[in-house]
């Protein structure tokens, strides 16, 4: 059976560019159907033909554009560092914070697993993947290319989900607008900075074509070993073909080397022990979400009384406050989103055992829609960072945070391992619909 052509769409305008993307053979990371994505003009992008996944988009000038908003996004970043955030004063007591006061201050508190995982998911993921696409994009450019570009670059897939720039600076809006009655508060250059970097980062992940960049990496030097495409039509019809994980190259692995010959990753039909791996995670994010949301998150104390706020006791006072669009945006980041993702998952998972047939399409647009509103729920952890940060006037008014706090972190870092774990294919291949694959033969 010769493998079909997935959906081009055309451009929105007409492509002026004459470059065009090779015709390659590809397996949908979804849904696992092999097809070929016909050749693309700038702008032009194929959709899978069974699960409409994006398999393919084309770009303009897809590396150098992507290393210009790269470079833009370290000088943003390096602002960032360098400059206050915000200050904020009270009863003639003045704080400055930068991006590092409130992982330290978390620290002195006793809560240094929320100092680390803010310290990662704000400081260190942004600046490697900075960095790392910094080093792919240039490297390929020298005419000796630098070494390990395929690990560097691999690297990059798996720190996305875990820059949350975008996440952190809309906390920092729910922080501001509930320090406003408090305290004075003046913004400083970091912030600006801040939003700059989220849009420096976002418009290099649009304008990036993975695929352009692990094309280029096939010249001699850089790929693993030789890569002959016109073989590997003839393998994706051919029992136990698989598509790297990594860089999705049709493959056909021997008994004795399972690794891609471009990238270099080991290779697996299916993520190993996908479902008993997201159960066990998803079990975990449902027990920890008891105590996330019993235990107080943070503690204002002003003037020696203090009062101990939960999770949902914070969205009651802002609706209090009037505040009716920030309480459903922390309402929906902060306690829907987790359950959404519980149950979500749950559903995914038993219509998987059970080799469910049915609206898999729509299962697996769901599967897509839990793994990308997950990190989202990270809001209520960096809006109490920046408080904790900020607010430390003494007797007068201070904010110290809740053990809460570490249960709710565990449930969303939880949930997004869980959703990382789980593989959607297999939902297909217990449908049936994946010829010479099913869930029993990748669960032995
Ligand atoms: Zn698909
Ligand atoms: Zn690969």
Redesign the pocket.
């Known amino acids: 059976m010769p493998a079909a052509t997935a959906q081009a769409r055309p451009a929105d305008s007409a492509a002026a560019g004459h470059w065009r993307t090779p015709a390659r053979l590809c397996e949908?990371?979804?849904?696992?159907?092999f097809?070929r994505v016909p050749s693309l003009l700038p702008g032009q992008s194929a959709?899978?033909?069974?699960?409409?996944?994006l398999?393919r988009r084309a770009q303009t000038d897809p590396l150098d554009r992507a290393l210009a908003l790269n470079l833009a996004a370290l000088a943003a970043f390096i602002l960032t560092c360098l400059m206050p955030l915000m200050t904020v004063s009270t009863a003639g007591m003045v704080r400055h914070a930068n991006l590092l006061s409130g992982p330290e201050d978390m620290g002195s508190s006793g809560l240094w697993e929320l100092s680390l995982v803010v310290l990662f998911t704000t400081l260190m993921a942004p600046a490697l993947k900075i960095l790392a696409m910094l080093y792919v994009l240039l490297g390929l450019r020298l005419r000796r290319p630098l070494p390990n570009l395929r690990r560097v670059f691999a690297l990059v897939e798996h720190l996305r989900p875990w820059a949350m720039i975008e996440v952190f600076l809309l906390g920092v809006f729910v922080a501001y607008t509930k320090l406003i009655d408090l305290v004075h508060i003046d913004i400083g250059i970091a912030l600006y900075a801040l939003v700059a970097l989220m849009l420096a980062m976002i418009a290099a992940d649009a304008v990036l074509d993975r695929q352009a960049v692990w094309e280029a990496m096939e010249r001699p030097g850089i790929a693993h070993a030789a890569i002959d495409h016109a073989a590997s039509v003839a393998r994706a019809t051919a029992p136990g073909a698989q598509g790297c994980h990594s860089c999705g190259l049709v493959c056909q692995p021997a008994e004795h080397d399972a690794e891609c010959p471009r990238c270099g990753s080991r290779l697996h039909a299916r993520r190993p022990n996908a479902i008993v791996r997201a159960w066990a995670l998803l079990i975990a994010a449902a027990i920890l979400y008891a105590p996330a949301n019993i235990y107080p998150v943070l503690q204002v104390i002003q003037l020696g009384a203090g009062a101990p706020s939960t999770i949902l006791g914070g969205v009651v006072e802002l609706l209090g406050a009037g505040m009716y669009p920030l309480a459903a945006l922390v309402f929906f980041a902060s306690v829907a989103v987790p359950i959404l993702k519980v149950i979500g998952l749950g559903v995914l998972l038993v219509s998987c055992q059970l080799g469910l047939a049915a609206r898999l399409v729509d299962r697996?647009r769901l599967y897509g829609v839990v793994n990308a509103i997950g990190r989202w729920s990270m809001i209520d952890i960096f809006m109490e960072t920046i408080l904790v940060g900020l607010v430390r006037f003494g007797s007068v008014v201070s904010i110290e945070p809740g053990v809460g706090a570490i249960a709710f972190c565990g449930v969303v870092i939880l949930t997004m391992l869980a959703a990382e774990s789980f593989d959607p294919?297999l939902m297909?291949d217990a449908a049936g619909l994946n010829p010479g694959r099913s869930l029993a033969s990748e669960t032995s």
């Not at 949908?28 to 159907?33: K, P, S, T």
């Not at 899978?48 to 996944?53: K, V």
Request: proline letters at 0%.
């Open positions: 949908c990371r979804r849904c696992g159907l097809q959709r899978c033909l069974r699960c409409q996944t398999l697996t294919r297909w």
